[in-house]
C-alpha cells in the first residue's frame, strides 16, 4: 500500500518534485508523467522553477486576456438579446444558459463561454 507523506516529512527533494508536479501543471495544464523526476537534483529543479514560474506568468497574462475578452463578447450577446426581445437581462441570462446547455449552473457557463469564474457573484 502506498504511504502518503506529510510535507514535512518529505525530504528537500520530495518536496521540490511536488512543487515541480504542480508548477508543471499550472504552466502547461498536465501533469509531468513523461519525465523522470527522481534523477533531477536541487540545482536541476531549482533551473526548472525558473522556467516553469516564467511560463505560468505567460499563460496568466493569456488567460487574463482572453477572459476580458470573453466578458466583452458575453456582454455584447447580452446587449444583443436585449435588443432582439429579451424583457431584462435575467431573461437574457436564461436564454444564454438554455443555448449553451449549462442548465442554469452559473459557473459551467463561465467554463463554457470562457468567463472567469465567479463572473457572475461580482456583478451581482
Same mark, same amino acid.
Given at each position: 500500500?502506498l504511504?502518503?507523506?506529510?510535507?514535512?516529512?518529505?525530504?528537500?527533494?520530495?518536496?521540490?518534485?511536488?512543487?515541480?508536479?504542480?508548477?508543471?501543471?499550472?504552466?502547461? @495544464?498536465? !501533469?509531468? $508523467?513523461? %519525465?523522470? #523526476?527522481?534523477?533531477?537534483? *536541487? +540545482?536541476?529543479?531549482?533551473?526548472?522553477?525558473?522556467?516553469?514560474?516564467?511560463?505560468?506568468?505567460?499563460?496568466?497574462?493569456?488567460?487574463?486576456?482572453?477572459e476580458?475578452?470573453?466578458?466583452v463578447?458575453?456582454?455584447?450577446?447580452?446587449?444583443?438579446?436585449?435588443?432582439? @426581445?429579451? !424583457?431584462? $437581462?435575467? %431573461?437574457? #441570462?436564461?436564454?444564454?444558459? *438554455? +443555448?449553451?446547455?449549462?442548465?442554469?449552473?452559473?459557473?459551467?457557463?463561465?467554463?463554457?463561454v470562457?468567463?472567469?469564474?465567479?463572473?457572475?457573484?461580482?456583478?451581482?
Open positions: 500500500m504511504e502518503l507523506k506529510s510535507w514535512d516529512e518529505m525530504s528537500t527533494l520530495e518536496q521540490m518534485q511536488a512543487q515541480y508536479w504542480d508548477m508543471y501543471k499550472d504552466a502547461y @495544464g498536465i !501533469r509531468p $508523467r513523461h %519525465m523522470n #523526476l527522481e534523477a533531477m537534483t *536541487e +540545482a536541476d529543479f531549482l533551473a526548472e522553477f525558473k522556467i516553469l514560474g516564467e511560463a505560468i506568468e505567460r499563460e496568466a497574462a493569456i488567460r487574463k486576456e482572453n476580458h475578452k470573453a466578458e463578447d458575453f456582454e455584447m450577446r447580452v446587449q444583443n438579446l436585449l435588443v432582439t @426581445g429579451a !424583457r431584462d $437581462r435575467a %431573461m437574457a #441570462l436564461r436564454w444564454i444558459h *438554455e +443555448a449553451e446547455g449549462s442548465n442554469g449552473d452559473d459557473e459551467f457557463l463561465c467554463y463554457l470562457g468567463l472567469p469564474y465567479g463572473y457572475f457573484r461580482k456583478r451581482a
